[in-house]
């Protein structure tokens, strides 16, 4: 059974640092790629950051240079380092497990959320300008 559990969430002014955390037990890197999503109040859920399966990092377009995911590989705790936030950066996050063989680096397929099978309970960020 997955189980994720995020952390470190909470309110900042824009340009200031936040890191979040998601310990997950019951998925391992070579079977399960651990993204991150979040989701703008009102909004729908958006792809963040994910480390694929048995790969690599990728991110959304709008955190490419602001944000790092990293894994590790000791604890099993996936990061999310977020530089330079932003008000447009405020929402809950989330992070969520997937098996899906079909993962890669593209955005369309590992920020689709129908392909994630466990999620986490969520963490706010707020961003105030």
């Known amino acids: 059974q997955v189980q994720l559990v995020e952390s470190g969430g909470g309110s900042v002014q824009a340009g200031r640092s936040l890191n979040l955390s998601c310990a997950v037990s019951?998925?391992?890197?070579?079977?399960?790629?651990i993204a991150w999503f979040r989701q703008p109040a009102g909004q729908a859920r958006e792809g963040v950051a994910v480390i694929v399966y048995n790969a690599g990092p990728a991110y959304a377009d709008s955190v490419k240079g602001r944000f790092t995911i990293s894994r590790d590989r000791v604890t099993n705790i996936y990061s999310l380092k977020m530089n330079d936030l932003q008000p447009e950066d405020t929402g809950i996050y989330y992070c969520a497990a997937s098996r899906d063989v079909w993962i890669t680096g593209a955005y369309e397929t590992w920020a689709d959320v129908q392909r994630y099978t466990d999620w986490g309970q969520g963490t706010q960020v707020t961003v105030s300008s």
């Open positions: 019951g998925a391992a890197y070579v079977t399960h790629s």
